[in-house]
């Protein structure tokens, strides 16, 4: 156990959490905008009423992007009270009236820093009753990416068409109509839309009636939701969108798009369709609403969404061409899967706070990849499980489910650790519980148990254990993976028979120049299902053996006669493992006897642990490129990837030292590299490999690499439009085209008329990596500007110019110069902020970047100076620092 001590800090099993209670608690009522006292003095909203039903009704004016609305909720009243206190944000409300008994009008305070709205009354409400509050209010269309905002595309005949779609999650429903904005507040919802006549309106229930206005006008109604539903999940879109449609198991499942792009959606429609079979009977609990329309957004910030009945996607991930590759496909199949997943996960049981989100995002991420898998047997899923560890690394991490308490918090919560590291948890989870379908009886349990209520995360365990045939305690198991950050090291040591496995909490280390910063952390010890094979029998799930690690350290017998043994069969458990000198030598001879020893899961996980014990100082970097000595005889997409991976970050800190020194490591490849062809290929995993190791090849400037780059880039733009360059290729084509003023300009005019949109990114992404320095700027003005490249791109945009040594100054730069105008676009502490900060700044590795880093955010305050990414960048930052002055000498030295 470890604690660090803060002065006033009363400990929790959580950490540093609750106030001093010597100390008493006074609220402090804060005024609202017109001067008076505010009612309510806390972020979270009061418990004493609870809404029933919205009745909405909205007149979006795409003319002038403005709106009207009028919202009527209907409540039941808790506890008694005098007061109601919801959300509105950058609403007018222009008339109140209140009904509980007789009908009046209501004054309505407004207290905008926690955009919040209060009601008071004149007399007492009785706990029981029933009340209705109206509200008259008009409003901007947003020019962001959340709340009711509008968007655009060019159509066909290069004319402008407007649109307007809603995005909600995490804390802008309130910016559509006034709410109870969060989770725990379910209703049901009847939604009325305003539009002209040649559009379409869209929401979460089949539409039941359309009916002509005065104004020329048609106003849709839809139907009332036949579910109580979490205000984040309603949506609503006034577009000139084209369907297709089918029915699956009594529910219409349509996939709409803009017109010209309707044959793009075909491989959506029949995807989601399965999918939809496949998970009502997986889950058997039958998707409860009449319709599930997946739509194509032109301008959209988040991969997708799950609103109720009314999906959203970026087109990039919804709509694929017929000639697609495998890998694009499996993309799309995978969102689908993962927004499908949400429709029980997260949509009919939902988390009663944001600090539990993982138990929505965990389980769809989970779902997506194991049904991505069933189609196509690919690895995404192990990869992305390395780079959650990875994350989880960093002791600006944060637990599973952490306490939040402000939007900046909510926000940050969409992270890997949410996501990846939920899903892992779950994934080791289903391998520790004892036959094939407890895991699966258990979230059965907790849907049914929980249908249309909120849950927190022992609600899951209990449900677990209540179906676990041996009675096992699956909270006493998993309460550690999601109560405190970080994962464990298990460390092997041998003596004969006798192996003694040793678990300690992974910290990465401080450079003497750190200060360190001071909290409070209260450490447990995690209950480990360690998976083991050994060289007797190491490749099926017959010769897994297992072993559960509670305490600090414990013992288990191997026959002396077993040469090598290896843990976390095919990287299934949420930690890695140091095997000390003498076990990483018997791996790599074995590994270079005989590749297929092990599972390509298992070679790719002693690589990734090798490179993050490196990276621990526990190992030397001679050690890491001493077990990549067998690469040459590697066949599999898994290892080569991850090795790949992990050998171009440090590339790349040692390009912006310009280092040439691991031109020479990569030589290691080279034969697999020679080996590839530049023809279609059907398999995902070789195409995977494919890329990678061309991806390498080329950015290393092998002559032959590029000349068959160049050539296939030339015969494309000569074909107008009757060739196409093999989708895994695409990238390492247009990357390679970019470098050259001529075919910059080419690709440029391609991606301005391109209307597929996964090339169109990847043409993007081959813009970006110019190493000319007018072009990265023009690249990152446009970004930001909007009109020739979405804003939606530019965190994929600045991510791409900072891995060139000609940009990621310039990024830096750039994004200290407009950083008011980047949280205008998007939210402090959103997943797009964070990929912005640690693309920014990721491969700084010297002192003097380290002191400007720390000076620019220092200065923002409420600008984003305490965002969880903030500290992520500066640790990462010195732990480059840290790297880089224990192993360039001896890299150098060594090549």
């Excluded at 309707?262 to 609403?289: C, G, R």
């Excluded at 030397?620 to 690469?631: A, D, E, I, R, T």
């Amino acid at each position: 156990m470890v604690l660090y001590f803060l002065p006033g800090c009363t400990f929790t099993k959580a950490g540093c959490r609750k106030t001093n209670k010597t100390t008493p608690f006074e609220p402090v009522y804060p005024l609202s905008t017109n001067g008076k006292l505010f009612p309510w003095a806390q972020f979270r909203l009061p418990r004493s009423v609870r809404p029933v039903n919205y009745d909405l009704t909205l007149n979006p004016d795409l003319n002038n992007m403005t709106f009207t609305g009028r919202t009527v909720i209907t409540m039941s009243v808790l506890h008694n009270t005098k007061i109601i206190v919801l959300h509105s944000a950058h609403l007018n409300i222009t008339k109140a009236t209140f009904k509980v008994g007789l009908e009046g009008d209501v004054t309505v305070l407004e207290y905008q820093t926690r955009q919040q709205i209060a009601v008071q009354l004149s007399e007492e409400m009785k706990a029981g009753q029933s009340c209705v509050l109206t509200l008259d209010y008009s409003a901007s269309l947003s020019h962001t990416y959340d709340g009711f905002y509008n968007s655009s595309y060019i159509d066909k005949e290069g004319n402008k068409r407007v649109l307007a779609a809603t995005q909600f999650e995490p804390l802008s429903a309130r910016k559509a109509f006034p709410c109870f904005d969060e989770p725990a507040f379910k209703a049901t919802f009847l939604i009325k839309i305003s539009r002209k006549s040649n559009y379409t309106t869209l929401s979460n229930m089949p539409q039941v009636k359309s009916t002509p206005l005065p104004n020329g006008l048609v106003q849709d109604e839809f139907e009332k939701t036949s579910v109580n539903m979490s205000t984040y999940l309603v949506a609503f879109i006034v577009a000139d969108f084209t369907p297709i449609s089918k029915n699956v198991s009594e529910t219409l499942v349509s996939v709409y798009s803009v017109p010209e792009k309707k044959e793009h959606t075909d491989y959506a429609l029949d995807t989601a369709s399965k999918l939809l079979e496949f998970y009502n009977s997986f889950f058997e609990i039958n998707y409860p609403l009449k319709k599930l329309d997946l739509v194509a957004i032109p301008d959209f910030l988040a991969g997708a969404m799950e609103n109720w009945g009314l999906i959203t996607f970026r087109e990039t991930t919804l709509l694929v061409g017929n000639q697609s590759s495998p890998l694009e496909k499996q993309l799309v199949a995978s969102v689908i899967a993962h927004e499908l997943a949400h429709q029980w996960f997260g949509n009919l049981v939902t988390m009663s706070w944001w600090n539990d989100l993982w138990l929505n995002e965990g389980f769809a991420t989970y779902m997506q990849y194991i049904t991505s898998y069933v189609c196509f047997q690919g690895n995404l899923f192990l990869a992305v499980r390395f780079r959650a560890l990875d994350k989880d690394a960093l002791n600006s991490s944060h637990a599973v489910s952490t306490e939040v308490n402000n939007p900046e918090q909510v926000e940050e919560m969409f992270d890997s650790v949410s996501y990846e590291k939920g899903a892992s948890i779950l994934m080791m989870l289903n391998t520790w519980l004892p036959g094939k379908q407890q895991f699966r009886k258990g979230i059965i349990q907790y849907l049914k148990q929980f249908s249309g209520l909120n849950t927190d995360t022992d609600d899951l365990w209990n449900s677990l254990t209540q179906v676990s045939a041996q009675h096992h305690n699956v909270s006493e198991m998993m309460r550690s993976w999601t109560s405190q950050k970080g994962f464990p090291l298990v460390t092997v040591s041998r003596q004969g028979g006798q192996v003694t496995l040793t678990q300690e909490w992974v910290t990465l280390p401080h450079t003497h120049t750190q200060q360190l910063t001071v909290f409070c952390t209260l450490f447990s010890l995690w209950n480990i299902p360690v998976t083991y094979v050994t060289d007797n029998c190491s490749l099926g799930p017959e010769c897994i053996q297992m072993f559960n690690l509670k305490t600090k350290s414990g013992t288990l017998e191997l026959p002396e006669s077993v040469k090598w043994l290896k843990l976390n069969y095919r990287n299934t458990g949420f930690y890695i493992v140091h095997y000390g000198d003498e076990g990483w030598a018997a791996l790599k001879d074995a590994l270079s006897s005989n590749v297929q020893v092990l599972t390509q899961e298992d070679r790719a996980s002693l690589i990734h642990n090798i490179f993050a014990l490196s990276r621990l100082g526990r190992v030397s970097f001679y050690q890491v490129l001493n077990l990549l000595k067998y690469m040459s005889n590697e066949t599999e997409s898994c290892p080569v990837t991850e090795a790949l991976l992990q050998l171009n970050v440090i590339y790349r800190l040692l390009d912006k030292r310009q280092e040439d020194s691991l031109h020479y490591i990569l030589y290691r490849f080279g034969s697999l590299m020679d080996n590839q062809t530049w023809g279609e290929e059907e398999s995902v995993s070789k195409q995977e490999l494919r890329s990678a190791l061309l991806g390498s090849a080329c950015s290393l400037n092998q002559e032959n690499c590029i000349q068959q780059a160049k050539a296939l880039f030339k015969h494309y733009d000569e074909s107008n439009g009757t060739s196409r360059i093999p989708g895994d290729l695409q990238q390492v084509v247009f990357t390679v085209a970019a470098q050259s003023n001529e075919d910059w300009l080419t690709l440029l005019h391609m991606y301005q008329t391109v209307t597929y949109d996964a090339e169109k990114r990847k043409m993007l992404r081959g813009l970006a990596s110019t190493q000319d320095a007018r072009r990265i700027v023009w690249i990152l003005k446009a970004g930001l500007r909007g009109d020739i490249i979405q804003t939606q791109e530019l965190p994929l945009v600045i991510s791409t110019v900072c891995n060139g040594f000609a940009g990621y100054l310039f990024a830096w730069d750039f994004i200290q110069e407009n950083w008011d105008r980047l949280i205008e676009k998007f939210p402090i502490g959103s997943y797009a902020i964070q990929t912005i900060i640690k693309s920014a700044t990721s491969q700084f590795s010297t002192q003097a970047h380290l002191d400007r880093v720390q000076g620019f955010f220092s200065s923002l305050k409420e600008r984003g100076s305490q965002m969880r990414s903030v500290q992520e960048a500066l640790e990462t930052i010195r732990l480059n620092q840290r790297w880089m002055d224990k192993n360039l000498p001896t890299l150098q030295k060594w090549l």
